[in-house]
């Protein structure tokens, strides 16, 4: 049978939803499934942890040099506890992508990254090439799996469970090679991009940074979280982590609505989980038409304002 | 210092890759490749690095067959001092890759190895962190920002919640965000220029690295299509078409 260990994944206060989505990752490998949580002050994400859905243990590592996610800290503590397991189990977040590989390394494994479904315990399906092939990879007998999880392909885990607690200190301290400075968060207080039941992005055709106003106003009357295309971040409309695709987030909203965006491969690839995607954009030409569920062409600048009026 | 740069060959960003009908791969045939974008902004990087007086000397490396030599070359263009080939016609999978790489430092003892974020064509986003971790030295991934100071440097990298900082000792591996530099074009003249730099040929069984544990790559399958979308005229249609979908 699988023993399956999950890394926690939490900004301090909270459990971030991906871990929920491992789980429901774990449950369809199968097996006991244990969750990992690292920080300092930790015991109500423990709590919530050991809340999911067929979560048995909950394995809390509280230490003060934790609190920040240092991939080399966190993967000595994944290793100190790691024995005995057949799966160690991250999602594919920039978190997970920054320590997973660190942990298979050390185990002397190669990884699977973006689990996107399971096919057997030691076999899975992930996308490749921004998602153009879907391929099944297939661990070697007897080697740990050591995995990401594509979130965007999972539901989150019911928090009807009821795990036990372990509490336990470090097994290592911190190196000293590598020091946390801080964070910055540009973004305010919308949804989060990969939780989101309805996102809102912009792309180059909004123009400016002021111009993005009306992304803003639409997506505070949808209660929708604000996307954005490589393009408009690079030219400094928004903040980076409002990037979708292939190199930002990988997202899976109810409603995708994508204003003044061309509809680029890349692009293309962090929105296909999407339930519903509508294009607007003056192009009708635009690649982005191929992909919508619904198009409209026009002046999105013309066509924001009547959409709100429509909603009140 | 040295600097160690990782050149990937890949199917270009703009090729539309598309599965063979048998499920045994991806259409390559007369594919146009070129150096893995991220891995030219991280090129990019090390030759401003060393042009601020900050490194003596850029190396790129690439494993692979001896078509890699191409992009290589691409990367001498660039700049770059000079190459090596981590000879191998076997399909590497990044563990092998950083252990093959771990090899190339214990001959050059760089103060940075800077690789790409991720490599278009497998979407790994491994390597890095896996060489980091066989090294033992410090990761940072994922930098929009690179600023060295002595021993050590400053890194923002570009996560879910925004920039994070950090500050690693050297050396270190540094993969590179998009949004790290634009990297130059390379002028013709260059390319002249880089024929007479020096590439080296070194084989994995000269650098003493098997291929061990790879995962096996069944099936590819083309992913799932979505059904043929619809267009509506005006902003009334569009509302009242997701009114009947039920997502308003
Ligand atoms: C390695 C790599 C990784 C990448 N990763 C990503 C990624 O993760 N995410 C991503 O988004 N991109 C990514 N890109 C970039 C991608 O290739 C495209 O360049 C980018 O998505 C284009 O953004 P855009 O659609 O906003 O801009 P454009 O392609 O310039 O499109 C702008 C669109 O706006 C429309 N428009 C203009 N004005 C209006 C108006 N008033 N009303 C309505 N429509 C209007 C135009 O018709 C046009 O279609 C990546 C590229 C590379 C090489
Ligand atoms: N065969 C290779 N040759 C040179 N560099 C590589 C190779 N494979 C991976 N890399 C480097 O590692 C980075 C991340 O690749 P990956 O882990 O495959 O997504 C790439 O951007 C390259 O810089």
Redesign the pocket.
Request: some cysteine; glycine content about 10%; proline content about 4%.
């Given at each position: 049978m699988s023993k399956i260990l999950i890394i926690a994944e939490h900004d301090g206060q909270s459990l971030n939803i991906s871990t929920a989505k491992c789980v429901t990752c774990a449950q369809a490998i199968g097996g006991n499934i244990d969750i990992a949580v690292f920080g300092s002050g930790i015991e109500t994400i423990a709590a919530e942890a050991a809340s999911l859905e067929s979560v048995a243990r909950v394995i809390a590592v509280d230490a003060e040099h934790l609190s920040a996610p240092i991939a080399a800290n966190w993967a000595n503590e994944v290793l100190a506890i790691a024995d005995g397991y057949s799966h160690l189990l991250g999602p594919s977040t920039t978190l997970g992508k920054d320590l997973m590989p660190r942990i298979a390394a050390l185990a002397g494994v190669n990884q699977v990254s973006d689990i996107m479904a399971v096919n057997a315990p030691t076999s899975f399906k992930r996308p490749i090439y921004a998602g153009n092939a879907i391929i099944d990879v297939e661990v070697p007998a007897g080697a740990t799996v050591v995995a990401t999880v594509r979130i965007a392909s999972w539901q989150a885990a019911a928090t009807t469970g009821g795990g036990s607690v372990e509490v336990r200190s470090a097994s290592s301290n911190a190196v000293k090679h590598t020091r946390y400075v801080g964070l910055k968060s540009g973004g305010g207080e919308r949804p989060d991009l990969q939780s989101a039941q309805r996102v809102v992005s912009g792309?180059?055709?909004v123009?400016s940074e002021e111009n993005f106003k009306v992304i803003y106003s639409l997506a505070d009357k949808l209660g929708a979280g604000v996307g954005a295309?490589?393009?408009?971040v690079d030219a400094g409309y928004v903040p980076n982590e409002m990037?979708?695709?292939?190199?930002?987030k990988i997202i899976s909203p109810d409603l995708y609505m994508a204003?003044?965006?061309?509809?680029?491969?890349?692009?293309v690839t962090?929105i296909k989980d999407a339930g519903t995607i509508v294009a607007?954009?003056?192009?009708s030409e635009?690649p982005?038409f191929e992909i919508a569920d619904i198009g409209l062409v026009?002046?999105?600048?013309k066509i924001i304002p009547e959409l709100e009026k429509l909603l009140d | 210092m040295k600097i160690l740069v990782g050149i990937k060959r890949v199917v270009d960003?703009n090729v539309r890759v598309r599965v063979l009908a048998d499920g045994s791969g991806v259409d390559t045939d007369g594919v146009k490749m070129s150096v893995n974008?991220?891995d030219e902004i991280a090129l990019e990087e090390a030759l401003r690095i060393r042009d601020a007086g900050n490194a003596e000397e850029v190396i790129v490396v690439s494993a692979g067959g001896d078509e890699c030599q191409q992009q290589l070359r691409t990367g001498l263009a660039m700049g770059a001092d000079r190459a090596i080939q981590i000879q191998t016609s076997e399909g590497l999978q990044p563990l092998s890759t950083a252990r093959a790489f771990l090899k190339v430092i214990e001959r050059e003892d760089p103060g940075l190895v800077l690789l790409g974020k991720q490599a278009?064509d497998d979407d790994n986003c491994q390597t890095g962190q896996m060489l980091a971790a066989l090294w033992e030295r410090p990761q940072a991934t994922s930098a929009s920002k690179l600023e060295l100071n002595g021993n050590s440097a400053t890194v923002v990298r570009e996560v879910d919640a925004g920039l994070e900082t950090i500050e690693i000792d050297l050396p270190a591996v540094v993969t590179v965000d998009?949004r790290l530099n634009e990297p130059r074009f390379v002028k013709l003249p260059d390319i002249m220029k880089a024929k007479r730099k020096p590439m080296d040929v070194v084989s994995l069984e000269e650098l003493g690295v098997a291929i061990e544990g790879n995962l096996e790559i069944g099936h590819y399958a083309p992913p799932p299509q979505r059904e043929q979308g619809i267009m509506v005229e005006d902003a009334a249609q569009l509302v009242e078409e997701l009114k009947n979908r039920g997502l308003l």
């Amino acid at each position: 049978m699988s023993k399956i260990l999950i890394i926690a994944e939490h900004d301090g206060q909270s459990l971030n939803i991906s871990t929920a989505k491992c789980v429901t990752c774990a449950q369809a490998i199968g097996g006991n499934i244990d969750i990992a949580v690292f920080g300092s002050g930790i015991e109500t994400i423990a709590a919530e942890a050991a809340s999911l859905e067929s979560v048995a243990r909950v394995i809390a590592v509280d230490a003060e040099h934790l609190s920040a996610p240092i991939a080399a800290n966190w993967a000595n503590e994944v290793l100190a506890i790691a024995d005995g397991y057949s799966h160690l189990l991250g999602p594919s977040t920039t978190l997970g992508k920054d320590l997973m590989p660190r942990i298979a390394a050390l185990a002397g494994v190669n990884q699977v990254s973006d689990i996107m479904a399971v096919n057997a315990p030691t076999s899975f399906k992930r996308p490749i090439y921004a998602g153009n092939a879907i391929i099944d990879v297939e661990v070697p007998a007897g080697a740990t799996v050591v995995a990401t999880v594509r979130i965007a392909s999972w539901q989150a885990a019911a928090t009807t469970g009821g795990g036990s607690v372990e509490v336990r200190s470090a097994s290592s301290n911190a190196v000293k090679h590598t020091r946390y400075v801080g964070l910055k968060s540009g973004g305010g207080e919308r949804p989060d991009l990969q939780s989101a039941q309805r996102v809102v992005s912009g792309g180059r055709g909004v123009g400016s940074e002021e111009n993005f106003k009306v992304i803003y106003s639409l997506a505070d009357k949808l209660g929708a979280g604000v996307g954005a295309s490589r393009a408009a971040v690079d030219a400094g409309y928004v903040p980076n982590e409002m990037q979708v695709g292939q190199t930002g987030k990988i997202i899976s909203p109810d409603l995708y609505m994508a204003f003044g965006i061309s509809g680029a491969i890349q692009h293309v690839t962090g929105i296909k989980d999407a339930g519903t995607i509508v294009a607007i954009n003056k192009d009708s030409e635009s690649p982005i038409f191929e992909i919508a569920d619904i198009g409209l062409v026009g002046d999105l600048f013309k066509i924001i304002p009547e959409l709100e009026k429509l909603l009140d | 210092m040295k600097i160690l740069v990782g050149i990937k060959r890949v199917v270009d960003y703009n090729v539309r890759v598309r599965v063979l009908a048998d499920g045994s791969g991806v259409d390559t045939d007369g594919v146009k490749m070129s150096v893995n974008p991220f891995d030219e902004i991280a090129l990019e990087e090390a030759l401003r690095i060393r042009d601020a007086g900050n490194a003596e000397e850029v190396i790129v490396v690439s494993a692979g067959g001896d078509e890699c030599q191409q992009q290589l070359r691409t990367g001498l263009a660039m700049g770059a001092d000079r190459a090596i080939q981590i000879q191998t016609s076997e399909g590497l999978q990044p563990l092998s890759t950083a252990r093959a790489f771990l090899k190339v430092i214990e001959r050059e003892d760089p103060g940075l190895v800077l690789l790409g974020k991720q490599a278009i064509d497998d979407d790994n986003c491994q390597t890095g962190q896996m060489l980091a971790a066989l090294w033992e030295r410090p990761q940072a991934t994922s930098a929009s920002k690179l600023e060295l100071n002595g021993n050590s440097a400053t890194v923002v990298r570009e996560v879910d919640a925004g920039l994070e900082t950090i500050e690693i000792d050297l050396p270190a591996v540094v993969t590179v965000d998009l949004r790290l530099n634009e990297p130059r074009f390379v002028k013709l003249p260059d390319i002249m220029k880089a024929k007479r730099k020096p590439m080296d040929v070194v084989s994995l069984e000269e650098l003493g690295v098997a291929i061990e544990g790879n995962l096996e790559i069944g099936h590819y399958a083309p992913p799932p299509q979505r059904e043929q979308g619809i267009m509506v005229e005006d902003a009334a249609q569009l509302v009242e078409e997701l009114k009947n979908r039920g997502l308003l």
